[in-house]
């Protein structure tokens, strides 16, 4: 079995699996579709300012959600799953396997990447459609944006999990670490990049995958990927303080009582 | 060939002491079972065994690997079946294994080994609904699946009706006779005696007695003891044999000559014109040895 077609096998089983738990794959999927056809409907008619001037709420908003809807197939999906089966036993049963952790690990993160493939075409179609939003062509762009978004939120997903004491504790956790951030990164509305707020938002990852996506979306400047590396860059660290606390703090087993 | 050495084996929690300087040997194709009470460090040890936890001292090979550095290549020749563990969610029983084959060079076949467990039925089934005793022989089907050489069973039949563990001794006695090294870990004594070529009493991390079920600790040589119902208006000085009262008005005469002792005590009783209402005549049970081994460790350790 080559390691790539031994992943591949892992994200069939992975995507099986996760059809077949309707109630987490509502979650991921209703969640962004109802807050960008929500706060769409509240500021329809409205105007937001970003670089190279005014465009329509939606047109900031769809990629805000895409932002939104990468983080919940990654991060929140990966912190829960990894947390649960951790404490149901599952992964300890898989490493008595000869299952290895990198097929394994890389099977769960290649089923989130498709996960936020799909919310992001479904975000986008919607956006497109419903709300006249504009996407410039700038394909490259959105793909270094998702491939950046997708490794750092994985890869902070699998760091939080490790945090998790047990399942009950795991919506907590997972959501209070998420929302503030995502609150002060703009996720629900522009955020002026010379305020306070958006100074401690442009610490944390949130709203760099926010501005690469609206940068990618922006109908106002024109050619090129629209893509900022400082952002990738922020994306990239995030992720890898991500893996470092990973490797440091994973364990397969639950908690000893 | 041996398949599983262990020398002078320790491993500690927090300062106290699970495993306190085992030393055992399994054959290859051996069935042996580790009997104990709770805590005695049957789980700890076998996770050493396994793989799963590292020891503190002591020397562990499994087939020839040492499991702390086994790796992915040492895991495709054993078999583990753990106690409570989750099986991913949302499968149904024939997808399961088929995932868990995913994993093997040389798996065995799902179907048959859903036959082997007797699971037929329920091959199509979502893990969510399936019984205790279903899912624990799901947990000993993907503890076969891999076709392994040597067998983890840790407390396979905890919670099984009498049934379900019938069945489940027979597929162990299956595999056993297919000449697979299986070591099961277990409380029960009757599997142990139905199961195992050897068995070891662990109590409080240590060995304290070894040997084939039939002659664990001196069972073999144990004196007979004879039980009947002290007849009315007799008193237990007024037999002809020194006996020692039990529950329920019974008498236990213990003795290494169960002829002679018989022969004179029904002589007497016949003479005296006495029934011995519910006389037996046995050997003390595994659960004897076991409870009398378990027991004089108890008092040992409180001395100390």
Redesign the interface.
């Known amino acids: 079995m080559s390691a790539l077609s031994g992943v591949g096998q892992r994200l069939r089983w992975e995507q099986k699996m996760y059809w077949r738990n309707p109630a987490a794959a509502a979650f991921t999927f209703a969640f962004p579709l109802m807050f960008l056809v929500i706060f769409t409907a509240i500021n329809g008619n409205g105007h937001v300012t970003i670089a190279g001037g005014k465009v329509r709420f939606a047109q900031y908003y769809v990629p805000a959600i895409i932002a939104f809807g990468l983080i919940s197939a990654c991060y929140t999906n990966l912190a829960f799953s990894l947390s649960v089966n951790r404490e149901d036993g599952v992964l300890k049963r898989l490493r008595g396997t000869p299952l290895s952790p990198v097929t394994y690990l890389s099977g769960l993160v290649a089923n989130v990447i498709v996960i936020s493939l799909i919310l992001t075409a479904l975000t986008t179609a919607l956006g497109l459609i419903f709300y006249r939003v504009t996407f410039p062509g700038r394909y490259l762009g959105l793909v270094v944006a998702i491939a950046a978004g997708a490794f750092c939120f994985s890869a902070l997903g699998v760091a939080v999990s490790t945090f998790i004491p047990n399942e009950d504790a795991a919506p907590a956790i997972v959501n209070f670490i998420l929302f503030p951030v995502l609150f002060i990164s703009g996720t629900f509305g522009t955020i002026k990049s010379s305020s306070g707020i958006a100074k401690v938002a442009s610490v944390f990852p949130v709203r760099h995958l926010i501005e690469l996506l609206v940068a990618v979306f922006n109908p106002k400047i024109s050619g090129g990927t629209g893509i900022s590396w400082a952002d990738v860059g922020m994306l990239l660290l995030w992720g890898a303080i991500g893996i470092v606390v990973s490797l440091h703090r994973f364990r397969w087993e639950p908690r000893r009582p | 060939m041996i398949a599983i050495d262990v020398q002078g084996l320790h491993k500690s929690?927090g300062g106290v002491e699970a495993v306190r300087g085992l030393d055992f040997h399994v054959e290859e194709g051996e069935v042996v079972a580790v009997l104990g009470p709770n805590g005695a460090g049957k789980t700890t040890t076998v996770e050493i065994l396994?793989?799963?936890l590292e020891r503190d001292s002591g020397h562990v090979s499994v087939l020839g690997v040492d499991p702390a550095k086994g790796g992915?290549?040492f895991?495709?020749r054993?078999g583990?079946v753990?106690q409570?563990?989750?099986?991913?969610?949302?499968?149904k029983v024939g997808?399961v294994l088929t995932?868990?084959a995913?994993?093997?060079?040389r798996p065995r076949r799902v179907d048959e080994v859903i036959a082997l467990v007797g699971l037929e039925e329920k091959a199509g089934s979502r893990i969510k609904s399936l019984s205790g005793g279903q899912r624990r022989r799901l947990d000993l089907a993907?503890g076969l699946i891999?076709d392994p050489e040597l067998l983890f069973l840790d407390e396979p039949t905890t919670g099984f009706d009498p049934t379900a563990r019938r069945q489940a001794w027979e597929v162990v006695r299956n595999l056993g006779r297919l000449g697979k090294t299986i070591l099961l870990t277990t409380h029960y004594m009757d599997e142990a005696q139905a199961l195992a070529d050897r068995v070891m009493v662990v109590t409080a991390g240590r060995i304290v007695a070894e040997g084939p079920p039939d002659s664990i600790g001196g069972r073999a040589h144990a004196d007979a003891q004879i039980r009947f119902l002290l007849p009315a208006g007799v008193s237990i000085t007024d037999l002809p044999l020194t006996a020692s009262p039990e529950a329920a008005g019974m008498v236990l005469v213990s003795t290494a000559e169960p002829t002679g002792a018989l022969h004179h005590l029904t002589g007497w009783a016949l003479d005296a014109g006495h029934k011995l209402d519910l006389l037996t005549v046995t050997k003390p049970s595994l659960e004897d040895i076991y409870i009398a081994l378990t027991a004089t460790t108890d008092d040992e350790r409180e001395k100390v």
């Not at chain 2, 409570?84 to 499968?91: D, H, K, P, S």
């Not at chain 2, 995913?102 to 060079?105: I, L, S, V």
Request: proline share 0%; charged share 25%.
């Open positions: 929690f396994e793989g799963y992915d290549d895991r495709q054993i583990i753990l409570e563990c989750g099986i991913t969610a949302y499968l997808e995932m868990h995913g994993f093997y060079r993907l891999g």
